[in-house]
């Protein structure tokens, strides 16, 4: 009996979690054109705005306890998460903020390397060279490109890299939301954000 009331606490959740993310966002109302608004032909286009990557769970993973604890607190979410089983629901279902895809698989591998080579990482990036790069550009797939990544993670350094103690997740996520907004990178990387 705790089992299924537990089952419909996280279908619940889950089902409560997807609708708020679903809700359109509002429209700003719309301005009356006059001369002044309108932009003139000399002006330049607009840049279009950075995309970026990121994960909406910490380390404890996708589940009931990131949705309760978030990505604040790791223990009790990965707790959470192995008492109820609500990461197998989620992962099954699509629910609880458990997304797919081989780019979070791809994800997921960096952050394992990342773990263990975040200086020998700085090192790399910032000379836009070396095996970390070697090993990312075969992470992602993309081997051919290694100069051309090394080069952009290298402009990139200090978003990459944004303080000393940077966590692996948010360093993987950083080196995706550069490759992502690199035209060439995210069609030969396979990353679309």
Excluded at 154 to 162: A, D, G, L
């Amino acid at each position: 009996m705790k089992k299924i009331i537990l089952l419909a606490l996280v279908a619940i959740v889950s089902i409560n979690s997807e609708a708020a993310e679903k809700k359109p966002a509002a429209r700003p109302a719309a301005r009356p054109a006059t001369a002044a608004a309108r932009p003139m032909a000399s002006s330049p286009a607009p840049s279009a705005p950075k995309r970026s990557f990121a994960r909406k769970y910490g380390t404890a993973g996708c589940g009931l306890g990131n949705l309760v604890f978030g990505k604040d607190n790791q223990v009790l979410a990965a707790t959470t998460n192995g008492s109820t089983y609500s990461q197998l629901f989620g992962i099954t279902f699509g629910t609880l903020n458990c997304e797919g895809g081989n780019l979070f698989t791809t994800a997921e591998n960096m952050d394992r390397f990342m773990i263990t080579n975040k200086v020998a990482a700085a090192d790399s990036i910032a000379r836009g060279e070396g095996e970390v790069i070697t090993t990312l550009a075969s992470l992602m797939n993309c081997s051919a490109q290694e100069a051309r990544l090394g080069s952009a993670l290298q402009s990139e350094f200090k978003t990459i890299f944004p303080k000393h103690d940077v966590p692996a997740g948010e360093i993987t996520d950083n080196i995706l939301t550069v490759v992502g907004n690199d035209a060439a990178l995210a069609q030969a990387c396979n990353v679309q954000i």
